[in-house]
């Protein structure tokens, strides 16, 4: 976000309104919000462009990753201001949140900040496991949704059906009457229009988002809180700037916060201290300017405050009170994060220390709540806890792209002992695939314990809905692509937690492991070709102990693949320059962490993914083999 350095304050509008956009991954609210700003007059269309780098036009998806990944990982906070046809003007506050399980962290928090919930839903796919997962976190905030009704351009889109799925969704989540009364608005975000009825909807793609601004003001609650009562602010995310530290942001519940004012903290435990707030920043469009003070219903930015952290309650310095404290979802997965000591560590990173590893984990464990970091007891291990694969997913890919260098082990579900019983988690599961792949799909669910709950055809898709573990998942995606030539498309979020289910089972395949270290050749390459699938293509430099390929065995076998030809003739030197080779399965980060199993690592380097054993030594893991069956 950009910052603006005028000690104006931000011009007042008649009314305020606090509004959270949500959905599943992929369903348009990000694009939702950039057309609302753009449309609010806050920017030009030619600066939505410049704004997002040209990249997608998604002005909220500011992050590297988030554009790469097309999702959001990061909630933003933006405001416009809505002028009604009579003149009134409307102060929105827009909270724009993930729409991913596994950055539940992020929902939960920004969701105190609303009083009102846009529930946008493609009008084809309907609400989908993350739309469910985020809901029912807002129905437990007491928010009620506005339902849009998202890609109604769409020549399949459903409206209707969509409707009633969205109404069943919510008397599951146990939604009360008057949440399941909700306003539908149905929109294209993409062509900026919006409508209050399914016959209005334009043949031009024409129109403005009036509809959903009107919606917004009809039927959010107006921002309440005493302006004149002691201050209680909660802080609910985290920002950094090299330039004033760290900057707590969030909504004042009651009284006024001050440039200069001394306020006391109260941390999440109820320890107190005092402290100077230096300088409050208001929201205005997608920057923050510096203002004289912020009132009880607004969100805001404080500077100044020394070590503040997330849950935080800033308050009356003569008359403190905490506001009740963020609950966070606890971790479903947690992984081994380790030193990379491979024969090519170091090579390419820039931080391959166990402290500097440490220290990483520390800062990201300081905003990012849904983590946890510990020491393993193994020297120079961390067992790092998350939300799910693509929760430790991305924070690996950003370590790997500020230079670190580390090794991680298999991901492993986090059990629970509840009664002296242990409990695992279990996902909600939904399998879109063709017709011809539904048998492929079930056989496959259900060898991993998953159990079919619905089934229907849409359109040339079967939609298919399972309660599976989350043990799993792990490895799921892969296959399924492979089962259904890649025509497959799932999504799950976290249910609950029930008794532990029986065996899950693991690859099946065995592997290819190098002998030795040097470059691939072209003709041990071809030479293993009827013994699996290969990782590597020919001068990938390999070491010793490193995964190299899947054999079509159920056992790991030890290949050469550095070993050349020897040369007769010129002749035979230049037909190995013709030989055919297959392709070689590329294996990303996400790909190799499902892959892996428990004596295998995941090398990662800012330009390498490698997959390796445990024990590079052949011999060492004999030795190892021998004495886990003695």
């Known amino acids: 976000m950009t910052e603006s350095h005028s000690s104006a304050g931000v011009a007042q509008a008649t009314q305020l309104r606090n509004v ?7 369903h348009g609210k990000t694009t939702l919000v950039d057309q609302l700003l753009y449309q609010s007059g806050m920017f030009r269309s030619e600066s939505l462009d410049k704004l997002a780098g040209g990249q997608h036009g998604l002005i909220m998806d500011s992050n590297d990753l988030e554009r790469e990944r097309g999702i959001t990982i990061l909630s933003k906070n933006c405001a416009v201001t809505y002028t009604r046809e009579d003149g009134e003007q409307v102060r929105i506050n827009i909270i724009d949140t993930p729409g991913h399980a596994d950055f539940g962290g992020e929902v939960e ?28 976190k807002a129905i437990e905030a007491g928010l009620e949704p506005v339902l849009v009704i998202n890609k109604c351009d769409r020549p399949d889109g459903e409206p209707q059906r969509v409707i009633n799925e969205v109404f ?14 909700f306003p539908v608005v149905f929109a294209s975000a993409r062509d900026g229009w919006s409508v209050d009825d399914v016959e209005q909807i334009p043949t031009d793609a024409k129109g403005d988002l009036r509809s959903v601004f009107e919606a917004i003001v009809k039927h959010v609650p107006l921002a309440t809180g005493d302006p004149d009562g002691p201050l209680q602010m909660l802080v609910t995310t985290l920002d950094y700037s090299e330039y004033v530290g760290r900057i707590g942001i969030g909504r004042v519940f009651n009284g ?24 409050v920043r208001a929201f205005e469009g997608l920057s923050r300017k510096d203002v004289a003070a912020v009132h009880a219903g607004d969100l805001c930015a404080l500077i100044g405050i020394e070590n503040i952290d997330i849950g935080d309650t800033i308050a009356d310095k003569d ?7 963020v609950t966070i979802d606890e971790p479903t997965l947690s992984m ?9 560590a170091g090579q390419e990173g820039k931080y391959v220390t166990s402290r500097q590893i440490r220290d990483r984990l520390m800062r990201e464990a300081e905003t990012n709540v849904a983590l946890r970091v510990e020491p393993s007891g193994a020297g120079d291990e961390f067992v790092v806890s998350g939300r799910g694969m693509l929760h430790l997913g991305v924070l690996l890919e950003t370590m790997r792209r500020e230079g670190f260098e580390l090794a991680v082990g298999k991901p492993k579900v986090v059990i629970r002992e509840v009664e002296g019983k242990q409990y695992e988690p279990l996902e909600r599961l939904v399998v879109e695939a063709p017709a011809g792949a539904v048998g492929s799909v079930m056989e496959l669910v259900g060898a991993r314990r998953g159990e079919l709950k619905q089934m229907e055809p849409r359109g040339e898709m079967t939609h298919m809905v399972f309660e599976i573990p989350a043990r799993g998942l792990i490895g799921l995606r892969s296959r399924m692509l492979t089962a259904t030539q890649g025509e497959a498309i799932m999504h799950h979020a976290f249910e609950r937690y029930v008794p532990m289910q029986g065996d899950v089972p693991g690859r099946g395949q065995g592997v290819l492991i190098s002998i030795d270290g040097g470059p691939a050749t072209a003709f041990s390459i071809e030479a293993m070709g009827d013994r699996g699938v290969m990782f590597i293509e020919p001068g990938t430099k390999v070491y010793a102990g490193q995964v190299i390929g899947e054999h079509n065995r159920e056992n790991d076998l030890t290949v050469n693949i550095t070993r050349a030809k020897a040369l007769t003739n010129m002749r035979e030197a230049n037909k190995e320059a013709f030989t055919k080779i297959k392709g070689a399965r590329k294996m990303g980060l996400e790909q190799a962490l499902e892959y892996i199993e428990d004596d295998e690592l995941v090398e990662i380097t800012p330009e390498s993914v490698r997959m390796r054993k445990r024990m590079l030594s052949e011999s060492d893991r004999k030795k190892a083999a021998r004495q886990a069956k003695g």
């Open 256 to 279: 006024t916060v001050k440039t200069g004012q001394q306020v006391a903290v109260i941390a999440r435990d109820g320890k107190m201290r005092n402290a100077k707030v230096a300088q």
């Open 168 to 181: 069943d969704l919510l008397v599951d989540l146990g939604a009360d009457d008057h949440a399941l009364d």
């Open 336 to 344: 081994v994060f380790r030193v990379n000591d491979s024969p090519l």
């Open 109 to 136: 928090r920004v969701l105190r900040m609303a009083d009102g919930c846009l529930l946008v839903v493609d009008a084809f796919e309907g609400p989908m496991p993350q739309t469910r997962f985020v809901l029912s």
């Open 319 to 325: 008359n403190p009170e905490a506001l009740p404290p």
């Open 20 to 26: 959270a956009i949500i959905a599943h991954v992929d």
